[in-house]
């Protein structure tokens, strides 16, 4: 029976208050036992929120841990479905990491709460991360792969280091330069990366 309370999570498939678009609905398949992303926490912050709050958003979710969907900012009338709606997504964030450190989550009882604690947790790095990375992409040569493992190897490398050196965005004309002139060393190091054959 639809909006029996001791339905389970997505277990009925229709709910009378809340329509398809509305983050509160929860659909069928959208239970707390699957997980949403295959990309398991460990040392890969970047890529896991990354992998996560894509997830997220395809699910109408992503408010739950970015702020953007309190309780408080849903009536009355609703709360309980926000409470319900926000079990299944700790869940979803508790089973996309390792068990270590599930532990030291596993008490938590918002959303917005384990995704800000993994943050102030993981999202971190030093010189010697970043310093690792660019050794990788120096290094990094065809060796006989194919062409697109090898573009996409070093692609993934390219956007990590991005990623750890971001400066701050601006559109001014010098930041287009900087643009261009860093696509030109990023074409530079994969051409020079290839095997004797291509070039």
């Not at 869940?91 to 009882?109: E, G």
């Not at 493992?149 to 990623?163: H, Q, R, T, V």
Request: hydrophobic fraction near 35%; charged fraction near 25%; charge should be negative.
């Amino acid at each position: 029976m639809a909006g029996d309370p001791t339905d389970p999570p997505g277990g009925s498939g229709k709910d009378d208050q809340v329509s398809f678009d509305d983050p509160l609905f929860i659909h069928p398949s959208d239970n707390f036992v699957n997980s949403i992303v295959t990309t398991k926490l460990t040392e890969n912050f970047r890529l896991w929120r990354s992998s996560l709050s894509r997830a997220l958003k395809t699910r109408n979710k992503l408010g739950f841990v970015d702020r953007t969907l309190k309780m408080n900012d849903v009536d009355g009338s609703k709360k309980s479905k926000w409470d319900r709606v926000n079990v299944v997504v700790c869940s979803w964030l508790l089973s996309s990491v390792y068990d270590s450190i599930y532990q030291s989550q596993a008490y938590s009882m918002v959303a917005e709460d384990i995704w800000k604690n993994l943050f102030e947790t993981y999202n971190k790095y030093d010189g010697s991360v970043v310093f690792n990375i660019h050794q990788q992409i120096n290094s990094f040569k065809q060796n006989g792969i194919s062409l697109s493992d090898y573009f996409n190897k070093l692609d993934s490398l390219w956007k990590e280091f991005d990623g750890l050196t971001s400066l701050t965005e601006c559109t001014c004309e010098a930041s287009i330069k900087l643009k261009d002139h860093s696509n030109l060393m990023k074409l530079v190091q994969f051409l020079s990366g290839l095997d004797d054959s291509y070039k």
